[in-house]
């Protein structure tokens, strides 16, 4: 199994809606996908359980880390649902290690029945980041085209506590960067100038789908996608011709990642 978190400090950039589509695609290739949501607002267990196409597990989130030898059932689409609990772990500083190594545990516990767990994360930088980080193979940090969110990659790399540099040195060396994947990309001047700048100053970070310029992994801004993380949709079964379109488009970033992530092509993370 490999362990792929969600990250990215900045609040409603796209993390769980990303988290969402991309375990939707893994299982509609046939992956075992076990889904796993650390923000307490459950916007990845929402549409993952509206779906029905997953166990949803009577453990819960948290108890991940609060309780050791958690289980879930061996289903080959399982969701450890967020619960109030996740609000409380932050405050239990002298149990953070416990934690975080109850998590491993669990995860170790589990490598045999699934291919991926996809974690999705809270937009703060607390323990249940950290312990997320310190398990994982791959960090996807989904982020928006505005200055403020090309500021924010400077805090991914180098926040004092979570920064990944700090998780690598310090807890998992192991771990990976898959790259930025920009969110929510509107056909504005704009946009278009702010995607420019993530370019030119990290290109490296982006994530490339094909050979040419500028063919980089990105999420386009469609109300099909938002309607589909409400209602807890697949965008490929709507009726709309606008979700099927919305799909098609962002099928091949989804691919792109599930690939590195399934080691296919190991060459590209950073
Ligand atoms: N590509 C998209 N097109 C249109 N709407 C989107 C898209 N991606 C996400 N949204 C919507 O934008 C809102 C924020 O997205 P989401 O919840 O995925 O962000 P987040 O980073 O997980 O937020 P938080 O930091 O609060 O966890 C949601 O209402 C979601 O449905
Ligand atoms: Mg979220």
New binding site residues.
């Given amino acids: 199994m490999k362990t792929l978190v969600?990250a990215?400090q900045?609040?409603?950039?796209?993390?769980?809606?990303?988290?969402t589509l991309l375990s939707q695609h893994l299982v509609r290739r046939g992956h075992r996908v076990l889904a796993v949501d650390f923000?307490h607002?459950g916007?990845f267990t929402s549409p993952v359980t509206l779906s029905k196409r997953a166990t949803v597990s009577s453990t819960t989130a948290d108890q991940l880390m609060s309780t050791p030898g958690a289980r879930v059932p061996p289903d080959p689409f399982v969701l450890v649902p967020a619960a109030d609990g996740l609000m409380a772990l932050e405050r239990q500083p002298v149990n953070h290690t416990p934690f975080a190594r109850n998590l491993q545990g669990f995860i170790r516990s589990v490598d045999a029945h699934f291919d991926v767990c996809v974690i999705?994360t809270?937009?703060s930088p607390d323990i249940r980041l950290i312990a997320a980080m310190a398990v994982a193979d791959f960090v996807l940090s989904?982020i928006q085209l505005n200055q403020e969110a090309i500021d924010g990659v400077r805090a991914l790399l180098h926040h004092p506590r979570v920064g990944l540099n700090k998780i690598k040195a310090v807890l998992n060396p192991k771990l990976k960067l898959i790259g930025l994947l920009p969110?929510?990309l509107e056909p504005t001047p704009f946009q278009k100038a702010n995607f420019l700048g993530l370019i030119n100053h990290y290109l490296p970070m982006l994530i490339k789908v094909g050979e040419g310029a500028g063919q980089l992994a990105s999420?386009?801004?469609?109300?099909a996608?938002?309607e589909a993380?409400?209602e807890g949709l697949l965008l490929w079964e709507m009726k709309k011709t606008a979700a099927r379109e919305a799909w098609a488009e962002i099928e091949p970033s989804l691919q792109r990642i599930a690939d590195i992530v399934l080691a296919r092509d190991l060459a590209h993370a950073v």
Avoid: C, E, F, Y
């Avoid at 950039?13 to 988290?19: L, P, Q, T, Y």
């Avoid at 999420?219 to 109300?223: F, G, H, M, N």
């Fill in positions: 969600l990215n900045k609040g409603g950039v796209g993390k769980s809606a990303v988290a923000d607002q916007n999705d809270n937009p989904p969110t929510m999420i386009p801004k469609r109300s996608i938002a993380q409400a």
